[in-house]
């Protein structure tokens, strides 16, 4: 249930060649306290509730459960979300023997690509491709519920 992620600001498209899946998302904030974020999630036709906990003082780990719900109840449990949906699509990219998972954001954080990859362990290394920027793993204005918050298009 602990969850050790690391993210970066990607530099091109080139991610779109080597994706192996994309899917379209759409989120909302139940809750967006630091302490205990609850999110809704759409992910094509499935839905998710997720919750998690505050992140550790390097940004690097949180706690994390989640829980499949049907598409139906993330529907109607999206409407009761505060302000600011987050729309995006979600493409995965196999990279070495890790999983990036690259967000393309749309709508308010149009022009925002943001590039996560998941750790067993904090000082896991991993293959970097060549799209992959600076890293901005506990930079709480790139967590998406902040984007719901202030969207990148309020940043310029």
Known sequence: MIEIERK?????NAFKDQAFKST?????????DPER???VRLKGNKGILTVKGQSSNNGLSRLEWE????????ESLLKL????????IRHEIEVGNHIFEVDEFFGDNQGLVIA????QHENETFEKPIWLGKEVTGHIK??????SKQPYISWK
Request: aromatic share 10%.
């Open 8 to 12: 970066f600001l990607v530099t091109s």
């Open 37 to 39: 974020t609850v999110r």
């Open 67 to 74: 829980k499949d719900i049907e598409k139906q109840e993330a």
């Open 81 to 88: 979300c505060e302000k600011g949906i987050i729309k995006k």
């Open 24 to 32: 379209r998302i759409v989120q909302g904030f139940l809750n967006r």
């Open 116 to 119: 996560e990859i998941e750790l």
């Open 142 to 147: 790139y967590y998406n519920s902040q984007l």
